[in-house]
């Protein structure tokens, strides 16, 4: 099924299919119900270290992209990346990853996209 990647405050819609958010920390000024979201994968973020060292800096996005793969080699990250792959493959519609980032060009939902489509 195809990914798609779409801001948290952006209305939800059928298109979307199945919304999941990607965020390790729960975005600003939107309520649990008006996200409306099926899964919360905080732990598939960036690490704490990693997303305050990036900062969304368009100059650090491809060391970021790097160093954010490198954590899915082993532990928490990986078995939550394992748990999005089944529920990309468990659904039959689309899946949306949801970010809070402004910058929509480089963010962590675009890393994992990129990984789930070469996979």
Known sequence: MPVQLKRIYEKANKEDGVRVLVDRIWPR???????????????????????????????????????????FQDGEQQEQLEKLKG?????????????AAKDEKYNQAKVIKEILDHQ
Do not use: C, V
């Open 29 to 71: 000024g939107i309520s649990k119900e008006d996200a409306q979201i099926d899964y919360w994968m905080k732990e598939i973020g960036p690490s704490n270290d990693l997303r305050k060292w990036f900062g969304h800096d368009p100059d650090k996005y491809n060391e970021f992209k790097n160093k954010y793969k490198d954590e």
């Open 87 to 99: 529920i990309t493959k468990k659904h039959n519609k689309n899946i949306t990853l949801l970010f």
